[in-house]
């Protein structure tokens, strides 16, 4: 058995001790926390669970990585601080664990990622011996090895779309969605993620991967740029209301340019509410989807619409990108240590785990 901490108990870490615990390879050692609140607090507890683990949390990074696990599932946000989830992540590979987390846009496709990302994970692998890898939902399978799978069914390409369309009054983390998404904010605030060249910064690794499996080069990557104001105040379960007027959807697009055209797309659609940007396009149900269209011949369309906690789509895609991450451990610990991308680290059927709570 690998023994595995989850560091972090929000939307991913609920979802990743729970994958820990169902993982027949992998015992839950330790669950490391940042709230007070939540230290001595059982796992099963924390990730909603209608059963104790016998794992209470713990605020003792130290103790935790010097009791050498085998794998850690770095939870924890790095949205808003990068830098110090960059440190907590090669803190724990220079442990010796192999590291499998979300929370680094550039590290998705590790061989384009900047310098101040890649070298500092490099040495703790070479100090520590551990290993890395950074996956998700989108950026993740759904713009890596979902698309490319499907583009294999196909006899000609013409181009392929990854989209995302989601109601994002379903996704508790409201400091991302007011402020680095910028919903419910003035019209004229400039929302950090939606900056130009922050795109491409986040996704433009997964038109890399694309472009790198599929064996064309890419002259450029673009980006498109949309938003539309709510024309009634709404109001939300999680995050209370978001005023008329305010910005309440998003649209964007990261345009891998192949040939002088865009071949290889990445679009979100966002929205806080069903009633903003109508015509933009929609789910088949529900507040949420991940969607591809392989444009060729046969033209190829996949909707992909998982639900977790209730019934809620946000928590769904949070539980399948934990999915490909813990799935992905009892491979990494096998391999030699090192830094893995999609394309390295094989999405493998869920041996051991059919019918087991």
Known sequence: MISTVVWGTGNVGRAAIRAVEAHPKLKLAAVLVHDPGKVGRDAGELAGLDHGLGVAASDDVDAALAAGPGAVVYAATGDIRPDEALADIARAIRAGAVVVSPALYPLYDQRSAPPEFRDPVLAAIADGGGSLFVSGVDPGWGNDVLPLLISGLGTTIDAIRCQEIFDYS??????????????????????LMLAPSIPTMVWGGQIRLM?????VELDDI???????????????????EFAAGTQGAVRFEVLGIVGGEPRIVIEHVTRIHASCAPDWPKPPDGDGAHRVIIEGRPR????VAATDEGENRSAGGNATAVGRLVGAIDWLVDAEPGLYDALDVPLRPAVGRLGRK
């Open 170 to 191: 379903t996704y508790e983390q409201e400091e991302s969605v007011r402020y680095l998404v910028g919903m419910g904010q003035p019209m004229d605030y400039e929302p």
């Open 211 to 215: 472009a790198r499996a599929l064996g």
């Open 222 to 240: 673009r980006e498109t740029m949309e938003r539309r104001p709510l024309t009634d105040t709404v109001s939300t379960r999680t995050m209370g």
């Open 300 to 303: 190829i369309e996949v909707t």
